[in-house]
Each structure stands twice: as structure tokens, then as C-alpha cells.
């Protein structure tokens, strides 16, 4: 929780990258949010997780499915 804090001001929203205040338990409504704005995906965390460098089961980055790679060059959505 604190690092989150700190993080809120290390950025700005743009259109791809967002913070989320931290919503517990309405995984899938933010999910079909992402899909809606056609963003990438999601990082889902366990909120007592404490930071740990490299991949973990306790932070989770979900994607979505009908997201390309060249969307994310600014090439369009994959069809």
C-alpha cells in the first residue's frame, strides 16, 4: 500500500497508461473496461503483497486477448 502511494506521483494518465486507486473484488467490470478503451491488459495484485523483483504469483498481468502488438505501435487492433 505504501508503495502505491508513492507511485501515484511518479506519473500522469495518459490514454494507455492509467493508476487505479486499487478496486478489490470487481476484476471483471475493470476488465471489460480495458477491453472497451482496447488498452493491453491489466495488473491484477494482492493488495498485502509486498514488492518483489521478477515475475510473481502474486501480481498477475492479464491481457487482453483481442489485443495485437501492433496496436500498441500505433498499426490498429488486430482483427
Known amino acids: 500500500m505504501e508503495r ?8 500522469d ?5 492509467m ?5 478489490e473484488e470487481e476484476g ?3 476488465f471489460d473496461e480495458v477491453e472497451g478503451l ?9 493488495m498485502d503483497s509486498t514488492y518483489q523483483r521478477g515475475r510473481s504469483r502474486d501480481w498477475l ?5 483481442g489485443y495485437g502488438r501492433p496496436a500498441a505501435l500505433g498499426w490498429g487492433k488486430k482483427e
Do not use: D, P
Open 19 to 23: 493508476y487505479a486507486s486499487g478496486v
Open 13 to 17: 494518465n495518459t490514454g494507455t497508461l
Open 61 to 65: 498481468k492479464v491481457k487482453f486477448a
Open 4 to 11: 502505491k502511494l508513492h507511485l501515484r506521483g511518479s506519473f
Open 28 to 30: 471483471k467490470l475493470v
Open 38 to 46: 482496447g488498452l493491453e491488459g491489466m495488473l491484477a495484485k494482492r
